[in-house]
């Protein structure tokens, strides 16, 4: 077919391919959840039904998007990694990127009702993403590692900020600055001393963030069939394997995670 001569602007589009055999981490981040999370008002520190929303959202990406292998959330962001062997859209990272970003916002919009029956959306959320490579299996380990790290540095602060603003009466910068140059333990002190609160116990969704993996589950299902040399319709129960994705809380810091789902990262596809 003859080409218009409009054609040539296609030449104008950059590649932006992800360089081969590498992970690629897509990271949506909520923007300026901040002023969101205050006019949908969120429970603070944590508010459970946040975070199981983000969750439904990224598990509803991995069901989209087959070739993520995992993907970490905390907070108003989430990580979704694709196997190092994916060609999906020729590897080409806007692709990665809008995909996953767009799929994770239409979602927190499509059942924001499930997890807030009783708060109304009022106002469209949106939220960023970045691509970012790792060439190495100990880089993505490291990636992952340090989202939980700041995970639990962030959890521990606001789980301290707040109850010395809601149990103890202090003014926001007053806790702010009885806080300031405080190390974990002291702040874990403070919890326990002042509050009798001992931060292990905290729930593990707020202090971990959630990890979700594919896991093989067992479906059966009811289906009618028709054998050729019966007059009858009979019900059949089929059972078939069916890849779920499904969220752990629990450390992904440490070698133990790694050893216990050693497929996660060594699978083909
Ligand atoms: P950005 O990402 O630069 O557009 O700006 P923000 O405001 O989204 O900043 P970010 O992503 O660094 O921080 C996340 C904000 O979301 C932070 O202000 C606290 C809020 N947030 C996230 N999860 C919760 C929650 O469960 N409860 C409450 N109260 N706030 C939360
Ligand atoms: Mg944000
Ligand atoms: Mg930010
Ligand atoms: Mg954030
Ligand atoms: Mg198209």
Same mark, same amino acid.
């Given at each position: 077919m003859a080409k218009s001569k /409009? $054609?040539?602007?296609?030449? /104008?589009e950059v590649q932006d391919t992800c360089l081969q055999n590498c992970w690629v981490v897509v990271r949506v981040d909520g923007r300026n959840f901040h002023r969101f999370s205050d006019q949908h008002n969120f429970?603070?520190?944590?508010d459970a039904r946040a975070l199981l929303l983000m969750n439904h959202c990224a598990k509803s990406v991995m069901e989209e998007i087959k070739d993520i292998c995992l993907a970490y959330g905390q907070s108003d962001e989430y990580s979704f990694v694709f196997h190092r062997k994916s060609n999906w859209y020729k590897r080409r990272a806007s692709k990665f990127m809008t995909h996953v970003v767009s799929q994770f916002a239409s979602s927190y919009v499509f059942y924001w009702n499930e997890f807030f029956p009783e708060q109304p959306i009022l106002y469209p959320p949106g939220f960023d993403g970045r691509v970012v490579l790792y060439p190495s299996e100990q880089n993505l380990k490291d990636y992952l590692s340090w989202r939980q790290a700041d995970c639990h540095i962030n959890n521990l602060y606001n789980t301290v900020f707040w109850a010395l603003v809601q149990k103890s009466g202090l003014t926001p910068a007053q806790a702010q600055d009885r806080l300031k140059g405080t190390l974990s333990g002291d702040k874990n002190e403070i919890l326990f001393s002042e /509050?009798?609160?001992?931060?292990?116990? $905290?729930p593990v969704m707020y202090r971990k963030g959630s990890v979700i993996l594919w896991n093989k589950v067992n479906e059966i299902s009811k289906k009618v069939i028709k054998l050729p040399h019966e007059a009858e319709e009979k019900e059949v129960e089929v059972c078939r394997v069916r890849n779920q994705p499904v969220v752990l809380h629990c450390d992904i810091i440490n070698d133990a995670f790694w050893e216990e789902h050693q497929n996660v990262l060594s699978a083909e596809s």
């Open positions: /409009f $054609e040539y602007v296609r030449d /104008f429970t603070k520190p944590n /509050f009798n609160i001992n931060y292990n116990n $905290e």
